[in-house]
T-cell receptor, first 114, second 111 residues
Framework: DVKVTQSSRYLVKRTGEKVFLECVQD?????MFWYRQDPGLGLRLIYF???????EKGDIPEGYSVSREKKERFSLILESASTNQTSMYLC?????????????FGDGTRLSIL | DAKTTQPNSMESNEEEPVHLPCNHS???????IHWYRQLPSQGPEYVIH???SNVNNRMASLAIAEDRKSSTLILHRATLRDAAVYYC????????????FGKGTKLTVNP
């Protein structure tokens, strides 16, 4: 089975801090994704990566950056955390982005910014 | 991605079969039907997908109507662990980077 592991289930940080969320997948997938999920807004794509050192903006990249130095690891960085970034953050991976390939998700990080 | 319509909620009893419907009347010939579920406080979990033929895996079965305008996810024997929100989505064969979930169906399983 595919395993996507997010470094923390729960995280509390302060406004203005730089926050790192880590994600590791063990299936040698090419593609990795970061989403956030908020009540009433569903899943929103922040960034994705289709190869090492490659990244593409999703729908809501403002205030975030990403890093993919190794194929199995995709990091999400909140440059200066703000309260409106309090959310559930979900990492996913897939072998390709074609329509017959599912995305496999981690358990999520519930991030609170105080 | 084309639109899907699901009931807001359904209830089932433990160890009984569950049929979760999904309507997708505007589906195109190159759209795959995917199902995910999300247990409370967890990330979404891929369940099954198909294009035209019915599909089975260890988690569930997917029955696709002949005209492909609807599909049904079948859980053969519901357990308490199956209580979750179930999402039916369409994905274009050519692919796109993001998943777009609707409101889904909240399944309650009674002991």
């Amino acid at each position: 089975d595919v395993k996507v592991t997010q470094s923390s289930r729960y995280l509390v940080k302060r406004t203005g801090e730089k926050v790192f969320l880590e994600c590791v997948q063990d299936m040698d997938h090419e593609n990795m994704f970061w989403y956030r999920q908020d009540p009433g807004l569903g899943l929103r794509l922040i960034y994705f990566s289709y190869d090492v050192k490659m990244k593409e903006k999703g729908d809501i990249p403002e205030g975030y950056s990403v890093s993919r130095e190794k194929k199995e690891r995709f990091s999400l960085i909140l440059e200066s955390a703000s309260t409106n970034q309090t959310s559930m953050y979900l990492c996913a991976s897939s072998p390709e982005t074609v329509g017959n390939q599912p995305q496999h998700f981690g358990d999520g990080t519930r991030l609170s910014i105080l | 991605d084309a639109k899907t319509t699901q009931p807001n909620s359904m209830e089932s009893n433990e160890e009984e079969p569950v049929h979760l419907p999904c309507n997708h009347s505007t589906i195109s010939g190159t759209d795959y039907i995917h199902w995910y579920r999300q247990l409370p406080s967890q990330g979404p979990e891929y369940v099954i997908h198909g294009l035209t033929s019915n599909v089975n895996n260890r988690m569930a079965s997917l029955a696709i109507a002949e005209d492909r305008k609807s599909s049904t996810l079948i859980l053969h024997r519901a357990t308490l662990r199956d209580a979750a929100v179930y999402y039916c989505i369409l994905r274009w064969q050519g692919g796109s980077e993001k998943l777009v979930f609707g409101k889904g169906t909240k399944l309650t399983v009674n002991p």
